[in-house]
Each structure stands twice: as structure tokens, then as C-alpha cells.
């Protein structure tokens, strides 16, 4: 017989079937990973955007629809040669918490200034936008420098960083459901059988220190996702500092304290102080979820904050047990002690059993919480990811029932590959949390459904026009009555559009036969219009068609669905 050389096959394989599964979680990171939408949303600025003063303004400041917090360099503003001009005392209006404002120098000359502004929303999001104006008679500005600050202005949300974001989350969940769900398991359900016991803690230990290691680096990328400032921004001491005074730093640091008490206690267990410890630092990790996201912009707070609490708790539970159950089912069958592999999957089935039925009713009052109306599920890139993360837990539980209750019973009556079987089901299923979980990293990420699709508060969407433009549309409050229509012409840069023609909406509700109501938008500054009006003065959904000309030969349109709130 010839001596094997290289790995053994079924290690190769599962190393090959370990790289694919990355590749393929990568990819998707990628696809759905975008810097996050606009969660706060920039209401007006003073000066408004291509507004020519005749005189030096003493500040700029921006309204948004709820309050925001203002990080480093969160206003700034440059000249026409990229020099910034501001005070550097960005901040917000103290009485009005939704308001950021900048300093300007007595002495700012004519010429064109652009203003660059970056704001957290109050869950934590990021965003962030630039804005022009001209003071005095200046001539046209240098586009390529005004394109460069336009371009700094964006710079945090390029794709790269999003994704690091992302997955840095990912690791973030998967380490801290694997720790605080392991302990769950070691102190409830296994029979601390010796042989297992060092294994079992090594695996919740590891989680452990990879969710503290995602979660250090997380700090870091916030800060370059919060600013914009690019990779300078990585390891700026104020820029830390600034993050971790926000509700992403707070919740960062009571789950870094958590994780260091269980690195602290796991190797030590089962002495009295360490199984307190491990539960300390494992209820610490598990609340820091509640601590910052969506759960701390959304109403009723003590539902969402429970909420949050059970869904992760009971998330840990599944995820965490059945991943160290996998491990003590193997050490089981090569023990050839099917009896004790049979109890311990029925204890875990127990556990298992309330932890469904609890993430699912807390998942339940999320979606809840998130969607409000099921017509935003369809609506919003946010609807379609919880689908298809509910899609996945279904698969999910499929396969943990028949295991229940086909392969389990056959275990114990030591029926042929009953083993075998369970050992490959029971890795689908740890496969199968682990995509839940690399989703919901996605999800906490992206504008919520409710807000995505107008069904609280302002409507907020982007439409292509012509070849080459976008139209963004704002509806204030977009509830049935006076409401504010902004609309923003976009050229291919993302930039507003130097047209000054005629914008004509044309209002209908089909539903009651109304419209089209016609109504000449005002133009408020190069590619920003702004419509006042009753038009919208019942509940339904609208239809709003968009006429610009943007010269004497040529007019862009668009139609843009929009469902008006009671
Ligand atoms: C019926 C199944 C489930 C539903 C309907 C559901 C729904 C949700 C929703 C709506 C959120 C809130 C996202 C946001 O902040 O915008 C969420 C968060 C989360 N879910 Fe689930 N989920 C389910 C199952 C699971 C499972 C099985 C796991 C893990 C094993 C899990 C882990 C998480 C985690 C870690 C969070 C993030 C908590 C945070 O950072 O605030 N979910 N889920």
C-alpha cells in the first residue's frame, strides 16, 4: 500500500466545501452590503442648496426629520480650491437636537463654496451629503475641485467599507451567539461528561474571542463609516474617541466587558464564581444588541428593547447548543454510546423547543416593530431580506423536526446509519443559522421596511429619469394633507443637476378616480424643486408623474408609486 501524502480527503473536502461557503458569504456581503440608506433624512439647509447670497453668511445649518448626532468634521465646509473654510465648531443647536450647524469666519470672501455634512441617525446609521452655494458675483467654479470635495463628501460610503462593515457584524453575531449560546449549553443541558468538557469550552471560548477581535476592528471601520474621511480616519484618536461615545461605541464596550469575563471564566468552569462570571458576561453580550441599531430608534421602546432581548437570547440558545451539540454527538459516536447521544439530543430538544417558539414570537414583534404594514415587505430591499431570512429559519426547522422525531427515535433503537444521518442533518442546520445569521447582518443595516416604503413618517425614494438622471423625492410628512414635495435632479455623480427648467407633478389616485391634478413645481435652487400643497389630501396609493425640461428640445419624465398615509 502506498503511503498517503497531503491532507486526508475528507479534510480537503471539508476545507473545500469551508472555502466555498465563504467565497459564496463574501459574495453575498457584497451584493447586498450598501452603505446605509437614509435613516435620518436632511430636510433643508440654510443656505439651501445653489443659493447665490449676495452676502457672507455667519453659519450654515441643516434640518432633519429627527435628532441626529454630529460626529467629528460632521459640517465642513471648502472653497472653490478644496481650502476648508469653516470654524471647526460643528455641532448641534442646543435647543434643537434634530438641527447641525458650522461656524463661518467674518471675512469669507465672494466665490462658491461647497458644504459637506455628516450625521448619525439616531440608531446609529450614518449619513451623510454635500450641498452649494455662491456668495457675491463669483465666476463659474472650478468643477474638477468642486468634484474632488464632492467626492470626500462621499468617501465613507464606498462599497469596500460597507462590506468590511458588514461582515464584521456577521463575525460580531456568530462569535457572541456561539459564546453566550455555549454556556447556555454547558450549564444546562450537557451532563458535563469529562472527555467533553475541555472541547465544548475551548468552542464557546474561541467564539469568544472572535466576536471581541470583530468587535475592536468594528470600532475602528464605524469611525471611517461615520466621518468619511477614509482610512486616515481608521486609527484617529478623536475619531475613536467619538465613536465610542456614541450608542455604537457604548454598545461595543459593555460587549467587549461581557466577552472579557467569559474568556476570563470558560476555561475555568464549574467552580462556583466562574459559572456567575460566564453568566454575567454571557447576559452582558446579549444585551449590548439592545444597546444601539434599530432598536433604540423605534417605538414602543420597552417592546423593542424585549424584544431584542428575548430574540437574541433565544437566537443564542439554538445557534450555540446546536453547534456544541454537533461536537459532543461526534466525541458520542466514536464512544459508540448511542444511549448517551439519544438523551443528550432530547435534553437539547427541550431547550431547543422554547428557544424556537421564543425567537420566533420576539422575531414576530421585530418584523412587527420594522414593517408595520405588509405591503412594505414587497416594497422595501428590507422586506425581501427578512423574507428570505424567514425563508432560510423555515428550511431550518424542517429539518431540526425530522431529526426530532425520525432520527433520534432510530438512535436510540440503534438503528444502521441513524448516526450518520443525524451528524449531516445537524450540520444543515448549523449551516443553515449561520446563513441566518450572515442575512440578519444585512438586514440591521438596511433602511427599515416601515420607513423604506412610507409607511411612517417621511417618504423617501430615488427614481431613474432620462438616460442618465436620478430623481430623488422627499414627501414631508407624507401623511393626508399639506405636505412639502422636494425633488432632486441628479446627474451621474450623484450630484444635483445644473438645470433650472419647469418641473410639473401631475397627482393621481387612481383608486378614486382622482387626477391628474397638475402643479408647477418652484425651483428652489439648480436641480432642487419644492411643492407645497393640499394635493395629497387622502390616504392611498398615488401615483406622481415628474416632467422636467431640461432644454428647449428635450423633457425628462418619470412616474413614481407612492402610498399617502392616513
Ligand atoms: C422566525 C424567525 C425570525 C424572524 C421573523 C426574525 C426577525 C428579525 C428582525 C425583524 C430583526 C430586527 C432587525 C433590525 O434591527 O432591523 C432581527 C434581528 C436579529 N435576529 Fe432575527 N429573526 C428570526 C430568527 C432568527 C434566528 C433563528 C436567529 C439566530 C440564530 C436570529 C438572530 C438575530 C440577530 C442576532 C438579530 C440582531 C439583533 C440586533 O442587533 O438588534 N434571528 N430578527
Do not use: C
Not at 467599507?161 to 456561539?178: K, P
Amino acid at each position: 500500500m502506498s503511503p498517503r501524502s497531503g491532507p486526508h480527503p475528507g479534510l480537503l473536502a471539508a476545507g473545500q466545501r469551508a472555502g466555498a461557503a465563504l467565497v459564496l458569504a463574501v459574495g453575498l456581503l457584497l451584493a447586498l452590503a450598501r452603505p446605509a440608506g437614509a435613516h435620518a433624512v436632511l430636510q433643508a439647509t440654510n443656505p439651501a442648496d445653489g443659493e447665490e447670497l449676495e452676502t457672507a453668511p455667519a453659519e450654515v445649518t441643516l434640518q432633519f426629520n429627527e435628532p441626529v448626532t454630529a460626529p467629528l468634521g460632521a459640517v465642513r465646509v471648502f472653497d472653490a480650491n478644496a481650502e476648508r473654510v469653516d470654524l471647526g465648531d460643528a455641532g448641534n443647536v442646543s435647543e434643537d437636537p434634530s438641527r447641525l450647524r458650522v461656524g463661518l469666519p467674518g471675512d469669507l470672501r465672494d466665490g462658491t463654496y461647497v458644504a459637506t455634512w455628516s450625521a448619525l441617525s439616531t440608531d446609529a446609521h450614518p449619513v451623510r451629503g454635500a450641498f452649494l452655494f455662491t456668495v457675491g458675483d463669483v465666476e463659474a467654479a472650478d468643477d474638477e475641485a468642486l468634484s474632488a470635495i464632492f467626492a470626500q463628501a462621499e468617501g465613507g460610503d464606498s462599497p469596500l467599507v460597507a462590506t468590511a462593515a458588514s461582515g464584521l457584524r456577521f463575525l460580531v453575531y456568530i462569535g457572541s451567539l456561539l459564546a453566550a449560546g455555549g454556556v447556555i449549553f454547558l450549564l444546562w443541558v450537557h451532563d458535563r461528561r469529562p472527555a467533553e468538557r475541555r472541547p465544548l469550552t475551548a468552542l464557546a471560548t474561541v467564539g469568544a474571542g472572535v466576536a471581541a477581535v470583530a468587535s475592536v476592528i468594528g470600532i475602528a471601520v464605524q469611525g471611517v463609516l461615520v466621518t468619511g474621511l477614509g482610512a486616515a480616519a481608521l486609527l484617529d484618536p478623536e475619531v475613536l474617541g467619538e465613536t465610542l461615545t456614541s450608542s455604537y461605541g457604548a454598545a461595543a464596550v459593555v460587549r467587549l466587558a461581557g466577552l472579557g469575563a467569559l474568556l476570563a471564566a470558560l476555561p475555568r468552569l464549574w467552580n462556583r464564581p466562574a459559572i456567575i462570571a460566564t453568566g454575567v458576561g454571557a447576559a452582558a453580550v446579549l444585551a449590548s444588541f439592545a444597546l444601539t441599531g434599530h432598536t433604540v430608534s423605534t417605538e414602543p421602546r420597552w417592546l423593542v428593547v424585549g424584544a431584542t432581548l428575548s430574540h437574541t437570547l433565544a437566537g443564542a440558545a439554538w445557534f450555540g447548543g446546536l453547534v456544541l451539540l454537533l461536537v459532543a454527538l461526534r466525541s458520542r459516536r466514536l464512544a459508540d454510546d448511542p444511549a448517551g447521544g439519544g438523551r443528550l439530543v432530547a435534553r437539547f430538544s427541550t431547550l431547543a423547543t422554547s428557544a424556537i417558539v421564543l425567537v420566533s414570537a420576539a422575531g414576530l414583534a421585530l418584523v412587527w416593530s420594522q414593517v408595520r404594514a405588509p405591503r412594505a415587505l414587497i416594497a422595501s430591499a428590507y422586506g425581501w431580506t427578512l423574507l428570505a431570512k424567514v425563508a432560510i429559519v423555515a428550511a431550518v426547522l424542517a429539518v431540526g423536526f425530522y431529526n426530532n422525531r425520525r432520527l433520534v427515535p432510530a438512535i436510540t433503537r440503534g438503528a444502521g446509519d441513524a448516526w450518520q444521518r443525524l451528524g449531516r442533518t445537524v450540520r444543515f442546520e448549523v449551516i443553515g443559522l449561520l446563513a441566518v445569521v450572515l442575512v440578519t447582518a444585512v438586514l440591521v443595516n438596511l433602511v427599515p421596511a416601515r420607513i423604506a416604503a412610507g409607511v411612517t413618517g417621511v417618504f423617501s425614494t430615488y427614481a431613474d429619469i432620462g438616460e442618465d438622471h436620478q430623481i430623488n423625492m422627499t414627501i414631508d410628512p407624507n401623511r393626508a394633507g399639506t405636505n412639502d414635495v422636494h425633488l432632486y435632479l441628479l446627474g451621474q455623480d450623484g450630484r444635483p443637476a445644473d438645470t433650472t427648467g419647469d418641473l410639473v407633478l401631475a397627482f393621481s389616485l387612481p383608486a378614486e378616480d382622482i387626477g391628474p391634478i397638475e402643479r408647477e413645481a418652484l425651483l428652489a435652487g439648480p436641480g432642487h424643486w419644492l411643492q407645497t400643497g393640499p394635493e395629497l389630501s387622502i390616504p392611498g396609493e398615488w401615483r406622481i408623474e415628474i416632467r422636467i425640461r431640461v432644454s428647449d428640445f428635450e423633457q425628462l419624465s418619470t412616474e413614481v408609486p407612492v402610498t399617502v398615509n392616513p
